[in-house]
């Protein structure tokens, strides 16, 4: 495309948007709400956010297509968004990103969950240390998330120590829960020290079983205290994953499901899939209360890739495609707004840097949105109901995946194997 015409087509998405937000943001300006008034409100929406479009995250994403991105996910309902560290640029850019739509729209809304990354001595290297954090660039991690925070507090309403920083498998870089504990204690303090806003809530996000509600390897008296120390448990829960690692619940019984179609099969295994992830729950809470604790749990990630060549693809489970992630996404969110918990679903957008190598592996396609800003079908009554008119991403609307044809996106819907 030339130049003047990207120009002119930039121009007029601009335009547009600004056009949507006058007609759309309620007139009326909004104070700041805190994370108690917003977890498990489900007028507030809440969604994990990377708004990375390269295959490498040495390219940041600019100020312009960050805006673009929450002014999609704004139109949806989406008003909580969640991050994963504060050593880039992104997070910084967000927040300025957000304070800046504030600051021109009356009445605009969206917070954050600030996530800052924690990590072992000598992650992500052949020989990590479990046993040691890496106190350097831990520390800077958490002075960065505190800065951010303080200014910032009319945004950011939870800060996140770690991303799924205590559970096992995470082979490369987890820690033990004391090192967890260390900095929550730390960021507590500073709110009663009146460094940091008293509203603001400290957790940390990670697997359902790290929280305890897994292998009892991981009851330590360190986690106990964790949980009393934290102002709630954002835990996650992956279903998708389990279709391979823990595949009996996924696997039918062919005399049971010898009078259904596929679609019928595939349905009944996504509601499964949804009860799967309930159950995940009631295990974390259970172990939360035997603790003699009563604090809320929110689910700080749950999602459904759509595209697999691996374990998840048509030589595996076959749980990647369009279809079942919109099931799984309608029964998650159903789910958490009848109890009353908020769901941080993962992700918004597809990332292309997570599996470099693999341009189809499944970690790159957890998007409801494809890069290139399409809506998969999770979106597409969105799309015919025109909540996105006006919007776009990469200088384009947002238009349906499979060019809105049905029959050709069943066509790769395979239903899950049958249990031998």
């Known amino acids: 495309m030339k130049k003047g015409l990207k120009l002119i087509v930039a121009l007029f998405f601009v335009v547009t948007a600004l056009g949507y937000l006058q007609f759309q943001v309620p007139v009326n300006s909004t104070s700041s709400k805190s994370a108690a008034e917003l977890l498990g409100n489900p007028e507030y929406m809440a969604i994990s956010y990377g708004g990375y479009r390269a295959k490498t995250r040495d390219i940041q994403p600019t100020l312009t297509e960050i805006k673009e991105d929450i002014l999609l996910l704004h139109a949806m309902g989406f008003r909580f968004l969640r991050t994963y560290n504060v050593h880039l640029p992104f997070a910084e850019n967000m927040l300025r990103a957000i304070s800046e739509l504030k600051a021109e729209h009356k009445g605009f809304e969206m917070y954050v969950m600030l996530g800052v990354w924690i990590n072992c001595q000598g992650a992500w290297t052949p020989s990590p240390n479990h046993e040691v954090e890496d106190l350097e660039v831990n520390t800077r991690e958490i002075n960065e998330a505190v800065r951010l925070a303080q200014n910032y507090a009319d945004i950011v309403k939870v800060v996140a120590v770690g991303n799924e920083a205590m559970v096992h498998w995470a082979q490369t870089y987890f820690v033990r829960p004391a090192v967890i504990l260390k900095w929550v204690n730390y960021l507590q303090d500073l709110k009663v020290n009146g460094e940091l806003d008293p509203d603001l809530w400290i957790t940390s996000s990670d697997n359902?079983?790290?929280?305890?509600?897994?292998?009892?390897?991981?009851?330590?008296?360190?986690?106990?205290?964790?949980?009393?120390?934290?102002?709630?448990?954002?835990?996650?829960?992956?279903?998708?994953?389990?279709?391979?690692?823990?595949?009996?619940?996924?696997?039918?019984?062919?005399?049971?499901?010898?009078?259904?179609?596929?679609?019928?099969?595939?349905?009944?295994?996504?509601?499964?899939?949804?009860?799967?992830?309930?159950?995940?729950?009631?295990?974390?809470?259970?172990?939360?209360?035997?603790?003699?604790?009563?604090?809320?749990?929110?689910?700080?990630?749950?999602?459904?890739?759509?595209?697999?060549?691996?374990?998840?693809?048509?030589?595996?489970?076959?749980?990647?495609?369009?279809?079942?992630?919109?099931?799984?996404?309608?029964?998650?969110?159903?789910?958490?707004?009848?109890v009353?918990?908020?769901?941080?679903?993962?992700?918004?957008?597809?990332?292309?840097?997570?599996?470099?190598?693999?341009?189809?592996?499944?970690?790159?396609?957890?998007?409801?949105?494809?890069?290139?800003?399409?809506?998969?079908?999770?979106?597409?009554?969105?799309i015919d109901q025109g909540v996105f008119d006006g919007l776009g991403r990469a200088e384009s609307p947002v238009e349906k995946t499979f060019q809105g044809n049905l029959n050709h996106l069943l066509e790769k819907v395979k239903s899950p194997p049958m249990a031998e």
């Open 340 to 382: 009353g918990i908020s769901c941080f679903f993962f992700e918004a957008f597809d990332e292309k840097w997570k599996d470099q190598g693999n341009p189809i592996g499944s970690e790159n396609h957890f998007g409801l949105f494809t890069v290139d800003g399409k809506g998969k079908y999770a979106l597409w009554d969105y």
């Open 208 to 338: 359902f079983a790290a929280w305890g509600g897994g292998d009892a390897i991981y009851h330590q008296p360190d986690l106990e205290r964790l949980i009393k120390a934290v102002d709630y448990i954002s835990m996650h829960t992956y279903p998708f994953h389990e279709t391979h690692y823990q595949s009996h619940y996924w696997q039918q019984d062919p005399e049971e499901v010898a009078e259904l179609g596929e679609i019928e099969q595939v349905k009944e295994a996504m509601q499964r899939a949804a009860d799967y992830a309930k159950s995940e729950y009631y295990k974390v809470k259970n172990y939360m209360e035997s603790l003699g604790v009563q604090k809320p749990i929110h689910i700080g990630e749950t999602g459904w890739a759509t595209t697999s060549d691996g374990f998840y693809g048509p030589e595996g489970s076959n749980a990647a495609d369009q279809y079942k992630q919109a099931k799984y996404f309608k029964a998650t969110l159903d789910w958490t707004a009848e």
